[in-house]
C-alpha cells in the first residue's frame, strides 16, 4: 500500500511564505505525476500546480502563477510546494496528488494540510 503524508501548512499574514512537503512511502516503482490541490470552504477542489518526473514539467492554476512553484525530489518520492506572496483567497485545505506504479498504476491522496492566511 502506498501512503502519502504532508508536512508544513499554517497560519501565515497577507504577504508571507509557506513550504509543503509530501512524502510517499510503500512499494513504489515509479511516480510519474505529483501534484498540488486544495479546497477552500464551500469550493470545489481545483488544481494549484503539477509536475512531471520524464522532464520536470510543470504546470499552474493562473490564480497562483508567478507566486507559487512546485518541485520534486524523485530520490526522496517527495513533492513540495513553495508558497510566496500568500494572500487571503490561498486560504484552504491543500492536497498533494500522485500518480503512483507499483503492479499497478494508482492514484493517491495525502490527507491535506491547512493554510490559512490572515492578519
Known amino acids: 500500500q502506498v501512503q502519502l503524508v504532508e508536512s508544513g501548512g499554517g497560519l501565515v499574514q497577507p504577504g508571507g511564505s509557506l513550504r509543503l512537503s509530501c512524502a510517499a512511502s510503500?512499494?513504489?516503482?515509479?511516480?510519474?505525476?505529483m501534484g498540488w490541490y486544495r479546497q477552500a470552504p464551500g469550493k470545489q477542489r481545483e488544481l494549484v500546480a503539477v509536475?512531471?518526473?520524464?522532464?520536470?514539467?510543470?504546470n499552474y492554476a493562473d490564480s497562483v502563477k508567478g507566486r507559487f512553484t512546485i518541485s520534486r525530489d524523485n530520490a526522496k518520492n517527495t513533492v513540495y510546494l513553495q508558497m510566496n506572496s500568500l494572500k487571503p483567497d490561498d486560504t484552504a485545505v491543500y492536497y498533494c496528488?500522485?500518480?503512483?506504479?507499483?503492479?499497478?498504476?494508482?492514484?493517491?491522496w495525502g490527507q491535506g494540510t491547512q493554510v490559512t492566511v490572515s492578519s
Open positions: 509536475i512531471t518526473s520524464a522532464d520536470s514539467t510543470t
Open positions: 496528488n500522485m500518480v503512483v506504479r507499483t503492479t499497478t498504476l494508482n492514484v493517491y
Open positions: 510503500g512499494s513504489i516503482f515509479s511516480i510519474p505525476v
